[in-house]
């Protein structure tokens, strides 16, 4: 069946450090969606990418898109303890939405 | 504009009962999801309805069922609870079942029941 495939599971990194997550799906995407969800909360929509290659910018955020509508990054420039949390992708090959099953993001003081 | 709500936010159980969840969308948001969150595991999809019909379907036993109303509002309903259920039911609307941005693809989650069964 269609799967978003999501890497890491976890990611330890110093404050100030760089963090990047993946997702790879096993089919085209007509889009493609990330989410955060902090501890204790729940998923709240990031950003959402249409276009093939397509890169956007929130701050320190930095999302692609790949070429062939079948991956996406998303990455954190020097990270801060805000930034603690789970990252999800979601994909949609039809009218499904397939969440990958996230990364969680520690951040070491 | 309001968020989706969710009610109960919190709710224990016991093993062998049933509890029913219920979910208010955004408003002008037709179509309900439903997923269930354990703790440190991710997203597990139960069900969509879009115009009171189920739409989607997770892998979950007939435990457990749901159900979308003339107003879009939702309900899932755990029957013969067990202590594996025990997670938070996350509830999210978007506009429709398209694909493009256009249509509404966004997913909004509410802030989720807290399951507990003993």
């Known amino acids: 069946g269609q799967q978003v495939m999501q890497i890491p599971q976890y990611q330890h990194v110093q404050e100030g450090e760089d963090f990047t997550t993946y997702c790879n799906s096993s089919?085209?995407?007509?889009?493609i969606q990330w989410y955060k969800q902090r501890p204790g909360g729940h998923p709240v929509f990031l950003i959402q990418?249409?276009?093939?290659?397509e890169v956007k910018k929130q701050k320190r955020l930095t999302f692609q898109f790949g070429e062939a509508k079948k991956n996406s990054s998303l990455h954190i420039t020097a990270t801060q303890t805000t930034d603690v949390g789970t990252y999800f992708c979601?994909?949609?090959?039809?009218?499904?939405?397939?969440f990958g099953k996230g990364t969680r993001l520690h951040i070491l003081p | 504009k309001a968020g989706v709500t969710q009610t109960p936010r919190y709710l224990i159980k016991t093993r062998g009962q049933q509890v029913t969840l219920s979910c208010s969308p955004i408003?002008?948001?037709?179509?309900v999801s439903w997923y269930q969150q354990t703790p440190g595991q991710g997203l597990q999809f139960l069900f969509e309805?879009?115009?009171?019909?189920?739409?989607n379907k997770g892998n979950f036993p007939g435990r457990f069922s749901g159900r979308q109303f003339s107003n879009s509002r939702s309900e899932m309903n755990v029957s013969t609870l067990e202590l594996g259920d025990s997670a938070l039911y996350l509830c999210?609307?978007?506009?429709?079942?398209?694909?493009?941005?256009?249509?509404?693809?966004?997913?909004?989650f509410g802030e989720g029941s807290w399951l507990t069964v003993v």
């Open positions: 999210a609307s978007r506009l429709g079942l398209g694909r493009s941005a256009i249509s509404g693809n966004t997913i909004y």
């Open positions: 990418l249409v276009k093939s290659g």
């Open positions: 309805y879009f115009s009171e019909t189920q739409r």
């Open positions: 089919t085209t995407l007509s889009n």
């Open positions: 979601a994909g949609s090959p039809d009218d499904k939405i397939i």
């Open positions: 408003s002008g948001h037709r179509s």
